[in-house]
């Protein structure tokens, strides 16, 4: 259970009209699944971006209070690469460079949206040498588009974050030709992964490490920086967000390993990927480990993993099991959240007074913001109705976002498999190793120590003497955990990881410290 003294005051409820107000406090405002891993590092760029350039980076911690930041549309920019379908046709067609910038401007001037003022692109011209070389540039960075693939709207697609000026936040276009904030592909998580990192014991050791993102001499951020007019950018005031607690274990762990990611000897753009994976990996932790908490059980939250094999085997069971139990832990919170509100003494109180309903609507309207419209309820007036009602109604709302962040976050980072069968279950790729071995492996380990490591900082249960400590002695088969390591030790072996000495032992190596140590 958490201590009332880290528990921090939610805001008030018309601050975002949001009935019930249930999830928000457990988790905070908001978990929200429509976002990818990448998606949820590319919202969290745009409030670190903003409060660092505003001088304020990571310092949010220190009052726990809502955050307010400003970040960039570079609606200019968006309009050239992605609402511009006939800028590299253009440049087949006129082999002249003036006509081809003349027809091209034109077509802007009809379609851009968003720029607040005129459709002017002609500053571009004086910019490159000619249409062929901008167009050209084009062409390299749509190919730097992130998850270029997925079918999004052009005002919600994204490149690569070469630094501030490819930073820039979610927008939806109206039929008038004006657009606004979306919340579908930045839903808030950016927001709170922000406000984690804020609240670590690593906010201050992260700060220059994270300020050297943000250098806008980079010359992939110069170049980015040639498509938006020398005017000062269009931004508004974001914020709000809500996280419930003052410090937590997974905030720390997210910081440690975001601070190792960066301290790593390779070129900055190279990181970016590990970080997007611990984030969301630490967002999902969050969820599990404040669920566990929330229901006051006297345990961590554990995840047998299958290190893949040919055929099905009793880790590949258990760790099917393992996930179901771990994916019913947030709507388990939900419910005991509401069952507790039935044993406070408010509650208890009111169902002696004469108008027990009454006074027990109340109580719901002021803890979760529930109950004072008669949309809410129409059922009878039993105060026992009314909360199932609410946790009828509560269920329902939790299962359509929150309560899919285990399945789409645990996927997204390759945690999540159903490779080889027809169930879910733990079965880390290889990226997600690699990644994990970066943060936690300084230069080597032995390779007993890193598994013992892997289920200290994450629940991560691979091998037998882990397995022996999590599972039940009907459940518990050693030759079958010893062969999963042994998998484990052979998938590591294949990355470049892993050596084993003559000594018998094996280690894993970070490759981009070791050189420092021999």
């Not at 528990?7 to 107000?21: D, G, M, Q, R, T």
């Not at 692109?121 to 062929?132: D, N, Q």
């Not at 990927?273 to 969050?286: E, S």
């Not at 099905?312 to 996930?323: G, I, P, W």
Request: proline share 5%; with cysteine; glycine share 6%.
């Amino acid at each position: 259970m958490f201590d009332p003294a880290l528990v921090v005051k939610p805001p008030h409820f018309n601050e975002h009209k949001i009935s019930p107000w249930i999830d928000e406090q457990i988790w905070g405002h908001r978990l929200w699944d429509s976002q990818s891993a990448w998606l949820l590092f590319l919202e969290f760029l745009t409030v670190a971006e903003a409060r660092q350039r505003d001088g304020h980076l990571l310092e949010d911690g220190q009052n726990c209070g809502p955050i307010a930041f400003h970040p960039a549309k570079r609606m200019h920019l968006r309009n050239i690469l992605f609402n511009s379908d006939d800028l590299i046709p253009i440049d087949e067609k006129y082999p002249d460079s003036n006509s081809a910038w003349k027809r091209w401007l034109e077509s802007m001037e009809e379609r851009a949206i968003g720029v607040g003022g005129a459709r002017d692109f002609a500053y571009l011209r004086s910019r490159f040498h000619s249409y062929h070389d901008f167009a050209g540039i084009i062409a390299l960075l749509r190919s730097e588009t992130i998850e270029s693939g997925s079918n999004r709207r052009w005002t919600s697609r994204f490149i690569f974050p070469f630094g501030p000026n490819a930073i820039y936040e979610d927008q939806i276009s109206t039929a008038s030709g004006q657009v606004s904030r979306d919340y579908i592909n930045f839903g808030r998580t950016g927001e709170l992964l922000y406000l984690m990192l804020s609240r670590s014991t690593s906010n201050a050791e992260l700060v220059p490490e994270l300020n050297r993102l943000f250098v806008p001499e980079g010359p992939w951020n110069s170049l980015v920086g040639l498509f938006e007019p020398s005017l000062e950018p269009l931004r508004e005031t974001r914020g709000q967000s809500y996280l419930p607690y003052k410090s937590h274990l997974e905030f720390d762990r997210l910081g440690e390993d975001w601070l190792e990611i960066l301290h790593l000897d390779v070129p900055p753009y190279d990181k970016y990927p590990h970080l997007v994976t611990m984030g969301a990996l630490h967002v999902l932790l969050y969820q599990l480990q404040t669920s566990v908490q929330s229901l006051d059980l006297a345990t961590n939250v554990t995840m047998t993993c299958e290190i893949v094999a040919p055929r099905k085997t009793l880790v590949r069971e258990l760790s099917a099991e393992s996930y179901l139990r771990n994916t019913l832990l947030p709507a388990q919170a939900v419910t005991h959240y509401v069952e507790q509100i039935a044993k406070s003494p408010d509650w208890l109180a009111a169902l002696d007074q004469p108008d027990a309903f009454v006074q027990c609507r109340r109580i719901l309207q002021e803890k979760v913001n529930w109950g004072e419209d008669d949309r809410d309820y129409d059922g009878n007036h039993e105060p026992s109705s009314l909360l199932a009602a609410l946790k009828t109604i509560a269920l329902s709302g939790h299962k359509q976002h929150a309560a899919n962040i285990h399945r789409s976050y645990g996927r997204d980072v390759g945690l999540v498999s159903k490779r080889g069968t027809n169930k879910l279950r733990y079965a880390p790729n290889d990226n997600l190793l690699k990644t994990l071995l970066l943060a936690n492996v300084k230069d080597r380990m032995e390779l007993s120590e890193f598994l013992q490591t892997l289920y200290g900082r994450y629940g991560l249960v691979i091998g037998d003497k882990q397995a022996e400590q999590v599972l039940p002695p009907e459940q518990f088969d050693k030759k079958a955990f010893q062969a999963n390591a042994k998998r484990l030790e052979g998938r590591l072996g294949s990355l470049g990881m892993l050596r084993r000495l003559s000594d018998g032992c094996a280690y894993v190596e970070n490759p981009y410290r070791q050189a420092k140590h021999e």
